[in-house]
């Protein structure tokens, strides 16, 4: 099923001209070296620390570790994370 829907989602980002992640709703992720990652497409703030975001997603969540996190922006869906960035990790909800 996931297949089929990422075929149909890469066919219509062609045919109509919009970028992949919008149709299939997939995460986008901005870093700026290891110091600032901005997240669009989330689906939900799941846990926050100094060292961990945790992001629920579509299909799965969004693992970041580092130190020294700062929520700098908080949106519906959209955050914007500063610190020092080690790990960036899709956790697999089938898995």
Partial sequence: MKKWQQRIGNWLSQQLDLPTDVILE?????????????????KGLISFSDEELRLKLK???????????????????????????HEVTFIDQNV
Avoid at 26 to 36: A, D, F, S, W
Avoid at 60 to 85: H, S, Y
């Fill in 26 to 42: 997939l995460p986008r992720i901005t870093t700026i070296g290891q110091i600032h990652a901005y997240v669009e497409n989330h």
């Fill in 59 to 85: 299909q799965g969540q969004l693992l970041i570790k580092g130190k020294g996190f700062v929520l700098r922006m908080m949106l519906p869906e959209e955050i914007l994370l500063e610190g020092t960035i």
